[in-house]
């Protein structure tokens, strides 16, 4: 992490430092997308969305870091001392000895996040070393309130918002499932040779399909109509969750919109290429072309100066006129949602 994020952040004492720089080699190393768009963040905001998001990819790796999910005992011994470790951390203060724990302890304080956020976010990865399936949607929206949305609600104080944060919440939170349903459909081969259906059994079986033929149609190297069809679907159903979570955008402090809407795009893009690739994810990931990558950032930097400028003109502006100024922030130009 660079120096003039934590100074801007008020980061002094060395040990944090050192520890939010951890969660920030993670954040790059392990999300691209997100560290792109967490770089048109103000900049003392950063070091806190590299904590939370450090503390979800390390426990993310220790669920997937071995062979079998299910039954491996060093997979829940290793999850168990975390849990521990984040209760303590979070109680009185993390060990000095795990920077990921000790930032997010940090973080947690210091935007008052509520704890019950990471305690639901553990349940959901225990569920992962034994639940391999889930037959509704309704069951995997119960696995995504803790996998998912909980990861926007503990943005949400970060970020900053332009109405109640209980008006924006639903949205936050609809955000991070529609992210996670995006990661779910780019990655269903890779998560089937884990033993593991992120798709919801009802959605699949309305389509004729199952993890046999799932299987069956990822070792064969060819597309299958009915699971081409049960992807669609996937695809459609997710793009109905970004719909609700669109609204969310303009509720944000208008420094944060541009970093939340660029993830938004570019989450939105890795639909559009899976459909380009005509769905076929069992065989390989689709990818978002980088040129598409660098046009979203570019509008991202573009939006957040525009957000700036209206920001330091609120700010000198004379108070009678402050509510004009303050549109035009909180808008930086179109609406986020009308230019998505």
């Not at 954040?27 to 950063?46: I, Q, S």
């Not at 349940?123 to 998912?148: E, I, K, N, Q």
């Amino acid at each position: 992490m660079t120096d003039r994020e934590l100074d801007a952040a008020g980061i002094t004492d060395p040990a944090l430092r050192a520890a939010y720089t951890h969660c920030r080699r993670l954040n790059a190393r392990h999300g691209r997308t997100y560290f792109l768009a967490t770089r048109l963040l103000p900049v003392e905001r950063r070091p806190a969305v590299h904590a939370l998001y450090g503390f979800a990819r390390w426990a993310d790796d220790i669920v997937d870091s071995l062979d079998d999910p299910r039954t491996h005992p060093e997979r829940r011994a290793a999850l168990a001392r975390l849990e521990n470790r984040l209760e303590r951390g979070l109680r009185a203060g993390a060990p000095a000895d795990e920077p990921v724990v000790l930032a997010l302890a940090d973080t947690a304080a210091r935007y008052g996040i509520d704890h019950r956020h990471f305690t639901d976010f553990m349940a959901s990865m225990r569920s992962d070393l034994h639940v391999t399936h889930y037959p509704t949607y309704d069951d995997l929206l119960g696995y995504m309130h803790g996998s998912a949305a909980v990861i926007g609600l503990q943005m949400l104080p970060v970020l900053g918002t332009v109405v109640p944060r209980e008006e924006a919440a639903p949205h936050a939170a609809a955000l991070g499932v529609a992210f996670q349903l995006t990661n779910f459909l780019r990655d269903v081969g890779e998560d089937l040779d884990r033993d593991r259906v992120y798709l919801p059994g009802d959605l699949l079986r309305a389509h004729g399909v199952d993890r046999a033929l799932l299987l069956r149609t990822r070792a064969s190297g060819r597309p299958d109509r009915r699971v081409t069809a049960a992807l669609r679907a996937a695809e459609d159903l997710t793009r109905r969750v970004y719909r609700t979570a669109a609204p969310g955008l303009a509720m944000l402090d208008p420094l944060s919109r541009p970093c939340v809407r660029t993830a938004f795009v570019l989450y939105g893009a890795i639909l559009d290429a899976i459909a380009a690739d005509g769905y076929r994810v069992l065989h390989r990931r689709a990818v978002v072309p980088r040129r598409r990558r660098a046009v979203v950032a570019l509008d991202g930097l573009a939006r957040l100066a525009a957000s700036r400028a209206g920001a330091r003109r609120l700010h000198r502006a004379p108070a009678h006129r402050a509510p004009a100024a303050a549109r035009f922030a909180v808008s930086g130009g179109p609406a986020p949602e009308e230019a998505v």
